[in-house]
């Protein structure tokens, strides 16, 4: 999902509309969010978060994580649906500085902001925010306003538009529903890594606790300059990215 926009256009504004009823595949049991094991529990004293270095990611390295993404969470599948319909958890954008005509290669998804603004338009609590960060989607509550859609800065969610099959145990997925990237919840609570950061070997991604002094991404962020996509909206967003 290739896309040339200018840096202060990239961002687009998602039209949608028209409510619809949300159906989970039959079959298909939601296990809660918060449902974690006791030796990692959701806590508001971590925040999950990922830093993203533009100089050391490829185009090749972001395929390889829209593939990791797509076969970790079983969306892409759709038949019927085309062009936007589709589903799209990581999108490759390629950025351009007019000032300089330098091209950067960025992987954009949910930014799992402090402040979601897909969380306060939700007329159900479908959309949500976890003690430790990770905005989600309750499939059981969404009923396909699409309101979330409309108020996500960054595109970075999804309507399901067809009936699916072959759904992923850990991540159901319905026709009339909205989804987009969990920070693959059901890994990072079993201590594990997002798919999208194992499928890049370099440092190009890096995922971690942001809270944590000692950790990777906190000790990264305090040497290196980093930005957020969007600054200027003060969500704060748990991804962040450097070399922009």
């Not at 905005?135 to 969404?142: E, G, R, S």
């Not at 992923?168 to 920070?183: F, L, N």
């Not at 440092?203 to 944590?212: C, K, P, S």
């Not at 990777?216 to 200027?232: C, E, F, H, V």
Request: hydrophobic share 35%; proline share 3%.
């Amino acid at each position: 999902m290739d896309k040339n926009l200018n840096r202060r256009e990239f961002i687009k504004t998602t039209a949608a509309t028209t409510a619809g009823v949300a159906t989970i595949a039959s079959g298909i049991t939601l296990t809660t969010y918060a449902n974690v094991a006791s030796e990692n529990p959701v806590t508001n004293e971590k925040r999950w978060g990922m830093l993203i270095d533009t100089n050391k990611l490829t185009e090749t390295d972001i395929d390889d994580m829209i593939d990791a993404c797509q076969e970790e969470q079983g969306w892409g599948s759709e038949i019927l649906s085309t062009g936007d319909q589709k589903s799209g958890w990581i999108k490759k954008i390629k950025v351009k500085d007019t000032a300089t005509d330098r091209i950067s290669n960025l992987a954009l998804m949910c930014q799992h902001c402090e402040e979601p603004p897909c969380v306060d338009v939700c007329p159900t609590n479908a959309s949500m925010k976890r003690e430790d960060g990770i905005v989600l989607v309750d499939k059981h509550l969404c009923i396909g306003c699409r309101y979330c859609m409309m108020a996500c800065p960054y595109d970075a969610r999804s309507f399901v538009h067809e009936e699916l099959t072959d759904q992923r145990e850990h991540m159901p997925r319905g026709k009339g529903t909205v989804e987009s990237c969990t920070m693959c919840v059901h890994k990072v609570d079993k201590g594990e890594q997002p798919a999208c950061v194992e499928a890049v070997d370099s440092d190009a991604v890096i995922f971690g606790d942001l809270y944590d002094s000692n950790s990777k991404i906190n000790q990264t962020l305090k040497k290196i300059q980093s930005a957020q996509i969007r600054a200027d909206l003060n969500l704060n967003t748990a991804v962040r990215y450097s070399g922009i």
